[in-house]
């Protein structure tokens, strides 16, 4: 069984910075795409960032410049750093994993990113 488990949400003030983790644990699974996704209430869920096990890189036009994604293969996690943060920033941070050579996508119980003064 996999298990996502997210952590770094919190409250920040406009400008600032906050750093998610996310750790996927499985035995013996590896994973291919990660990535983060958020959800504002009212919105729907949107992507925030992607990278794959390569490390190539895929970011929403909204956080480009500010927001990078990374991963560690070894420790099956995936980071996200976000920098000059905006109230609409603020959301719940969702992670998200596919598995390698499956059709299985898993998800994070989500994490509050606050922004604001």
């Known amino acids: 069984q996999v298990h996502l488990v997210e952590s770094g949400g919190g409250l920040v003030q406009p400008g600032g910075s906050l750093g998610l983790a996310c750790a996927a644990s499985?035995?013996?699974?590896?994973?291919?795409?990660m990535g983060w996704y958020r959800q504002a209430p009212g919105n729907e869920r949107e992507l925030v960032a992607t990278i794959t096990r390569a490390s190539s890189t895929n970011y929403a036009d909204s956080v480009k410049g500010r927001f990078t994604i990374s991963r560690d293969n070894a420790k099956n996690t995936v980071y996200l750093q976000m920098n000059s943060l905006k109230p609409e920033d603020t959301a719940v941070y969702y992670c998200?994993?596919?598995?390698?050579?499956?059709?299985?996508?898993?998800w994070g119980q989500g994490t509050q990113v606050t922004v604001s003064s």
């Open positions: 998200n994993a596919k598995q390698r050579y499956s059709s299985l996508n898993y």
């Open positions: 499985g035995n013996g699974i590896s994973f291919s795409a």
